[in-house]
Every structure is written in structure tokens, then in C-alpha cells.
């Protein structure tokens, strides 16, 4: 249960997060920031940006790490914790002002890549016209004084820092060829119809290096620009821009965007419409799609009342077309927007069906660690509202410059290792063409 709280001044330590912070954090207005990207830091930011509105992160207040199987309860449970101990001044009181938490955790029980939730030092934020700053201090639950003086009386804008050389980097093939894909895309279309499984979600990855001091923020506008209806997202050198809205918790409403079939764009408005057409008529798509939207409706109806979801349609995006479908319902249980990412993750949309047994075939035919491709990836606020996408179309950038891009696609009966490639390729250019 969420129970918000924002002016508690004791604190329990947790185990997931054994020394809790007592944070102060202030928020104030700001005249319009039309640009978020700037404002970032070129190696390490923070973003959570579509269609302008979003919020951008300077520097690290508190960073929280998870492993394993519980990590997504293990970080709500320890949000919860963290929020409950903060003083919060918001007289903004928008999605995404006042305490908040930018996150991005690995698909993989199994996963080497940690999970993290990190609370910058100063967010700016926008939202429909609306500007603001917030500034975060820490102090130790224990400690008489906050460690670094207190917040910062409410300031000036940071500047914005001109951004560095370009680069163009060139991808290769990783631990999965083209072809290792298709022969993989095989394998599971004979376990389908020996009765094993109903639909597996395989990737591949390509691999490139960033240069030394490489400008990251680059790219992201390179993202933001040219997927603006799409999520931009920086966290932990992980980058991306996703279509697929894994859920949004807003006072009290639950929604979620489900995205499961693919089709290439037409090359001219005839072909263009005609192959939307043939999308939303494929029975291979809507297969595919239809495991997607159970599994979404599956985990949000314990928590949720008047939960719907409508037709699936089709949504173009630069690169191609998608079926998707839209939930929405009413939060009934309290739940902050990280337990419902608990509940959800992984989804069928990026694992399969069923699940087990999906991500069973995903460990065997996927020689290498997918990292937070196609986990969640958003932010939480203190009262537990958050936004929060499936990271797709995304690249992790290690601390050495080595970058990994991932993309993959649902394989059902019908599916044809070829188109699939073909599919992976698509779903790779919004990384590809951001970093070449
Ligand atoms: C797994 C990916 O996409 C998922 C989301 C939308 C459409 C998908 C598909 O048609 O296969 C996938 O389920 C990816 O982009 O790497």
C-alpha cells in the first residue's frame, strides 16, 4: 500500500537501502525552459522527454542500486522509504515536480547490469507550458545538519553548456549475427509448434565505441527530434527512445500503451496506408498482439477497478507501423507506480507466453545479457505517481564508451525468420542513425 508522505522526519532503515537519506527538496516555478537537452550533463544525463514536456537531471543526490529477482518490489519498497523521510516544497504540483526518481532496471532476473534509482541534485522540468526547478539536499537521517548545508535557497537557472564535437559512430554486429538471429527465429517457431511455448520475444544486439568525452546529449536530441511522440530517456548511460508506454500512474489513473506487431512504413502515401491496412488484418500480428494486451490486463486488474482497454489500431511511427492498444483504468489499491511496474514487467510485449517458459527459450537462444533493453525504464515521484516505458529501441553505454544497441520482435507460429530480421533492422534505426 502507498501511503504518501512527504513531511515525516523519522526514517526506518530498510535492508534494500540501509543508510536512509533525509532529503530537502524545493521546487520553484521557472519562466518557460523550451530546451531540456542543454541543460544537461554531456557524459552522464538524466532525461525523461516526449513531444518537449519532461524532465532533465544534474548530478546525483541519491543513487540506489538492485539485483535480482526482487529488485523492482526492492526499489518501490525503498522509495517508499526515502519519500517518507523528504521534506518537500512544491507549490508546482505537476507530474514530475517536487521529489522524483529517474529509473531503469535490467529485464533479466539474472542480470549483471544493476538496477538503479537515482535522485538528481537539481531537475528541470516542463510540462504543457509550464517551467519549474527543483533542488534536492541530503543529510543522514542520523545527522543534526544536512551533509552539504541544506537546499539551496530557490536559484537561478543552471546554464546550459554548448555541446561537444560530433561523432559518428559505426555499429556491428555483436554476440548475435543477422543470420545467427534467423536460425534463432527458427528454432522457436519449431518449439511453437511442437507445443512448447505460444510466443517468444528474441533480440539481437549490435555493438559500436563512443570516443572518449563523446557529447551524449547529441544523440538525444538526434532522438528527441526526430521520435517525438516516442519517450527520450537518459539513465545510467542507458539511452533510447521507446514507443511503448509500460504504465503512467497520474492522481489516481492507471494507463498504459501495449505495442505488439510491426510493418515497414510504405514507401508513398498507397503503400504507406496499405501496409497499415494488412497490419491491423495480419492474424500473425494480431496474435501477437492480443498475448501483449492479456498479460498487461492480467497484472493491472488486481490493483485497478474500471480497467479497459480499447481496439487495437495502428501507430506510425517514423521507422514503422505498430499494432497498439490502449488500457486505462482507476487506481484501487494504493499501489505507487513502481509496484505496478513490479506487477507488469516483463510483459509479453518483451518476454512472451508463457512467461516462464518464454524466458526459458529467450536464456538458451540469447548468447549475451539484454542489460535494461526492454526492461523499465521512467521515473517516480514521491506521492507515487511515475511515468514509465518499455525501453526499446535503446542503447547502454558503459562506463569504458563500449555501446550496445538491442532490438527484437515477437515470434509466434506463423512467424518467417527473414521478415524478422528484417523487422530488427527497422527497429534499430532510431540508435543507429542518433549515433551515426
Ligand atoms: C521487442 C521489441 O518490440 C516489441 C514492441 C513492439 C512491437 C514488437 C513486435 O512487433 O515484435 C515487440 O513486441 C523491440 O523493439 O525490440
Not at 163 to 179: D, I, V, Y
Not at 215 to 240: H, N, P, Q
Not at 256 to 273: F, I, K, M, P, S
Not at 413 to 424: F, G, I, R, W, Y
Amino acid at each position: 500500500m502507498w501511503s504518501p508522505s512527504v513531511k515525516s522526519e523519522f526514517v526506518t532503515p530498510t535492508a534494500a537501502s540501509p543508510a536512509v537519506q533525509a532529503l530537502t527538496v524545493e521546487t520553484t516555478p521557472l519562466d518557460d525552459v523550451r530546451q531540456l537537452i542543454p541543460f544537461l550533463d554531456p557524459r552522464h544525463p538524466l532525461l525523461w522527454l516526449r513531444r518537449g514536456d519532461g524532465i532533465a537531471g544534474v548530478g546525483e543526490a541519491v543513487r540506489l542500486e538492485f539485483t535480482g529477482p526482487t529488485r523492482v518490489t526492492d526499489a518501490a519498497d525503498a522509495w517508499r522509504t526515502l519519500a517518507a523521510a523528504a521534506t518537500v516544497t512544491d507549490p508546482v504540483r505537476l507530474p514530475g515536480s517536487g521529489l522524483v526518481a529517474f529509473g531503469s532496471f535490467a529485464f533479466a532476473d539474472e542480470s549483471e547490469q544493476a538496477s538503479v534509482l537515482i535522485v538528481p541534485r537539481v531537475v528541470i522540468g516542463r510540462r504543457a507550458g509550464r517551467s519549474w526547478l527543483t533542488r534536492v539536499s541530503v543529510a543522514d537521517a542520523s545527522a543534526e545538519a544536512p551533509r552539504d548545508g541544506g537546499a539551496a535557497p530557490a536559484a537561478a537557472l543552471p546554464k546550459p553548456t554548448a555541446f561537444g564535437p560530433e561523432f559518428r559512430l559505426t555499429m556491428a554486429p555483436g554476440q548475435l549475427s543477422a543470420a545467427g538471429y534467423g536460425e534463432a527465429v527458427a528454432s522457436v517457431v519449431a518449439r511453437i509448434a511442437a507445443g512448447e511455448v505460444g510466443k517468444v520475444v528474441l533480440s539481437r544486439e549490435l555493438r559500436a565505441h563512443l570516443p572518449a568525452g563523446a557529447d551524449v546529449r547529441r544523440a538525444l536530441v538526434e532522438l528527441a527530434l526526430g521520435y517525438s511522440d516516442c519517450w527520450t530517456f537518459a539513465v545510467d548511460g542507458f539511452v533510447g527512445a521507446s514507443p511503448e508506454t509500460l504504465v503512467r500512474v497520474t492522481a489516481g489513473r492507471v494507463d498504459a500503451q501495449v505495442l505488439a506487431g510491426t510493418a515497414a512504413r510504405g514507401a508513398n502515401a498507397e503503400t504507406d496506408a496499405r501496409a497499415a491496412t494488412t497490419l491491423s488484418a495480419s492474424s500473425k500480428d494480431r496474435a501477437e498482439h492480443a498475448f501483449a494486451v492479456d498479460s498487461v490486463l492480467e497484472s493491472l486488474r488486481p490493483h485497478t477497478r474500471a480497467l479497459e482497454s480499447s481496439a487495437p489500431f495502428t501507430l506510425k511511427l517514423p521507422n514503422l507501423w505498430h499494432l497498439a492498444t490502449d488500457v486505462v483504468g482507476t487506481l484501487a489499491d494504493g499501489s505507487s507506480a513502481l509496484d505496478l511496474v513490479a506487477a507488469l514487467h516483463p510483459t509479453a510485449a518483451v518476454a512472451g507466453t508463457p512467461r516462464a517458459a518464454a524466458l526459458a527459450v529467450i536464456r538458451e537462444l540469447e548468447p549475451f545479457d539484454r542489460g535494461r533493453y526492454a526492461g523499465p525504464t521512467g521515473w517516480i515521484g514521491a506521492d507515487g505517481s511515475g511515468e514509465w516505458a518499455v525501453a526499446l529501441r535503446s542503447a547502454q553505454i558503459a562506463p569504458d564508451g563500449d555501446l550496445t544497441a538491442y532490438a527484437g520482435g515477437g515470434i509466434v507460429a506463423d512467424s518467417d525468420p527473414v521478415l524478422e530480421v528484417a523487422e530488427t533492422t527497422m527497429k534499430f534505426r532510431p540508435i543507429v542513425e542518433a549515433f551515426g
